[in-house]
């Protein structure tokens, strides 16, 4: 994280696991010295299962560690150890987290749902209050028997973002806008909500010219929300090959950035586009805010608590009966889900770039706003104070 400096406390030596990706770096990994990356049978199992499947994500090689040969306290993200040792867990849904449900596997998640509850657990970290009660309902049922123990570590920390741009910057930035500039930053172009952009920028472009889009993606349009194969998803690479054809005056793509080129873009925008179908998060939502870019978001998951009216847009999004994940479950629920937003990206989007001053003027007070939010909410040297309780519990 820029602007993040790290910072020494009691404990010696924490590991965190040899390969630790995105999420470890986002919420911790940048804060303490003294993290040592260590391999175990989940580094070297996963490692392997990627070889020969290609698939970055294994969910039962990432959600255990077991290192029998040291006692070192474990930092880990949606991971928790087999054997007993001290750890500090962060988690995005909720724990264990292993994919299947096969005879050996619910034999795994007993046994870590037992570390969660016993004393060598010395935090269970969720990343909003949305994982916190997701992680209570599916704990509660399955071992309500260790859950007034494992209530008592549970807490929430969101993760930090430092604010990357000045409230001066922002004045100058909305004043009297020619081109508004839009920004999508997201590899699955699919599960991000690219198709329906596209879809409600063209419906807008002739009546309201003068915008601009980036999209910073690899167009990727296979993953597990939209579930598009075979015909649905020659259609839909056929329909953003027209799009972006269409509107090439006004789209500029780039197939990749390094992360701090990313953040460099963000801060020349005007607003910030994450009309996901499915994120535990939205970290991009963070960043996009802490450049003084407002965003149009869904309401799934965490991001009611991290976007709003008063800093961007929500679009309401059909959902599942628990009211949290949208309802994706069948073809029929899929169609539904992405007809609505279209239709109210291009309702939102039409409102946003319809010229004037009080367009500006609404543009640079949820820009204001957003900023505001992210330096009161996700102030990095706070999260660091809070964080450090807990690591140094690790070795008390």
């Keep these: 994280l820029p602007g993040v400096q790290k910072t020494r406390h009691s404990v010696n030596v924490v590991g965190m696991r040899r390969g630790a990706g995105y999420n470890e770096k986002r919420n911790f990994g940048k804060f303490f010295n003294q993290h040592r990356r260590v391999r175990d049978l989940g580094h070297f199992a996963g490692s392997l299962a990627f070889r020969l499947t290609g698939r970055g994500y294994q969910p039962i090689w990432q959600g255990f560690f077991f290192r029998p040969f040291d006692k070192m306290p474990l930092h880990s993200f949606n991971t928790v150890p087999l054997q007993r040792r001290k ?52 704990y509660g049922q399955k071992w309500p028997q260790y859950l007034s123990e494992v209530e008592q570590k549970l807490h929430v920390l969101h993760p930090p973002q430092p604010a990357m741009v000045s409230s001066e910057l922002l ?67 056929l329909r953003v090959a ?99 937003l279209e239709q109210e990206l291009a309702t939102c989007l039409a409102g946003i770039l319809e010229p004037g001053s009080s367009r500006d003027a609404t543009l640079q007070s949820k820009a204001q706003a957003a900023l505001e939010r992210i330096k009161s909410q996700h102030d990095p040297v706070a999260h660091g104070e809070q964080l450090a309780k807990f690591v140094d519990a690790l070795e008390a």
């Design 87 to 138: 750890f500090l867990v962060h988690f995005e849904t909720s724990l264990p987290r292993l994919g299947s449900d096969s005879f050996w596997v619910r034999h795994l998640k007993s046994t870590m749902a037992k570390r969660l509850a016993g004393p060598s657990c010395v935090g269970i970290l969720a990343l909003s209050e949305t994982a916190r009660n997701i992680f209570q309902a599916d």
């Design 171 to 237: 004045q100058n930035k909305f004043v009297s806008i020619e081109c508004i500039q839009l920004c999508f930053v997201g590899r699955d172009f699919a599960r991000k909500g690219g198709i329906e952009l596209l879809e409600a920028l063209s419906s807008c472009r002739e009546t309201l010219p003068d915008w601009h889009l980036t999209i910073v993606s690899q167009l990727n349009l296979q993953d597990y929300a939209t579930q598009l194969s075979g015909e649905l998803l020659e259609k839909s690479r």
């Design 242 to 340: 027209q799009y972006l054809s269409e509107m090439k005056s006004h789209i500029t793509l780039i197939d990749s950035l390094p992360h701090e080129r990313v953040m460099d873009l963000m801060k020349g925008m005007h607003v910030g586009l994450l009309p996901t179908w499915a994120d535990s998060y939205g970290y991009s939502c963070l960043e996009f805010q802490a450049a003084g870019c407002p965003v149009i978001s869904t309401d799934i998951r965490a991001l009611p608590e991290i976007n709003n009216a008063d800093c961007g847009w929500v679009i309401e999004v059909p959902k599942q009966a628990h009211g949290v994940d949208a309802a994706l479950e069948t073809l029929a629920e899929r169609r539904v889900f992405s007809k609505r």
